[in-house]
């Protein structure tokens, strides 16, 4: 086994967001040796949880942009679509990608949302009672 040296590995590995191969590659090292020994060494194995954790982050960062984004209303829309599939989601029911249908207005007209009703017992999907449907009017902002 070739001798890896911590101190240099765990940056490289944070720069290159975890891509053990391109890693090796740069180091000259065969990338299933060098992917053991990060497995095997705590400190790397954290560079790698920090990788993700950073890319949590960024993730984070672009669906609230998109929430936020007041110009943009598909943005807007298609950040709750992917949010209503987060865990907080479905702490607060939202536990299926399909439990909600938002039906847009045509300009003036009113914007219903609703969830889907839930699924016959006999199909074991553990969904509980419907919610009740929320309704009210899309006003155009000046």
Not at 11 to 40: H, K, W, Y
Not at 50 to 59: C, L, M, P
């Amino acid at each position: 086994m070739t001798d890896f040296d911590p101190g240099r590995l765990r940056p490289m590995i944070i720069a290159r967001n975890g891509d053990i191969t391109a890693v090796a590659d740069e180091i000259d090292a065969d990338s299933e040796e060098l992917r053991a020994f990060i497995m095997n060494t705590p400190v790397l194995r954290r560079a790698l949880d920090e990788v993700i954790a950073r890319g949590v982050d960024k993730t984070l960062t672009v669906l609230f942009k998109g929430l936020d984004d007041e110009d943009h209303f598909s943005n807007q829309l298609a950040s709750a679509k992917e949010f209503l599939k987060s865990r907080a989601a479905q702490r607060r029911g939202f536990h299926h990608a399909g439990d909600l249908e938002l039906k847009m207005p045509t300009k003036g007209g009113a914007l219903t949302l609703t969830w889907l009703p839930p699924e016959a017992p006999s199909t074991g999907s553990g969904r509980g009672p419907a919610p009740p449907m929320i309704e009210g009017t899309a006003v155009e902002e000046e």
